[in-house]
C-alpha cells in the first residue's frame, strides 16, 4: 500500500479519536488510537532502514503524548489531524 494511503488510514484513526473526545467518550478514544497505533508501529516497520524512519517514531510518541498521556508538547487533536490530512491530495483510488 503506498505511504500515502497508510497516512489516510491513520489520519482516520486520528479523525475518530478527536471527534469522540469532543464528546467526551474516553474509552472509544483509546479504541481509535490503539487502532491508529498499530498502524503506525505496521508503517515504521516497513520504513526500517529508510531516513523516514525517525519522523515516525515521533508521530507515535505525539500520539501516544496527546491521547494516552499527559500532553508534554502540548500538542491540540487538531495540529495532529493536520499532520495527516496533508497526505489527501496525494491518495489515488
Known amino acids: 500500500m503506498p505511504l500515502s494511503m497508510q497516512m489516510l488510514n491513520i489520519g482516520s484513526e486520528i479523525s475518530r479519536a478527536n471527534r469522540w473526545k469532543a464528546k467526551g467518550n474516553q474509552n472509544q478514544v483509546?479504541?481509535?488510537?490503539?487502532?491508529?497505533?498499530?498502524?503506525?508501529?505496521?508503517?515504521?516497520?516497513?520504513?526500517?532502514?529508510?531516513?523516514?524512519?525517525?519522523?515516525?517514531?515521533?508521530?507515535?510518541?505525539?500520539?501516544?503524548?496527546?491521547y494516552l498521556g499527559d500532553n508534554f508538547y502540548r500538542s491540540t487533536g487538531e495540529q495532529i489531524q493536520r499532520d495527516f490530512d496533508m497526505f489527501f491530495p496525494c491518495a489515488k483510488p
Open 30 to 66: 483509546e479504541r481509535a488510537i490503539f487502532r491508529a497505533l498499530e498502524l503506525i508501529d505496521l508503517t515504521i516497520e516497513a520504513q526500517r532502514g529508510k531516513h523516514s524512519l525517525k519522523e515516525f517514531t515521533r508521530m507515535r510518541e505525539t500520539v501516544c503524548d496527546y
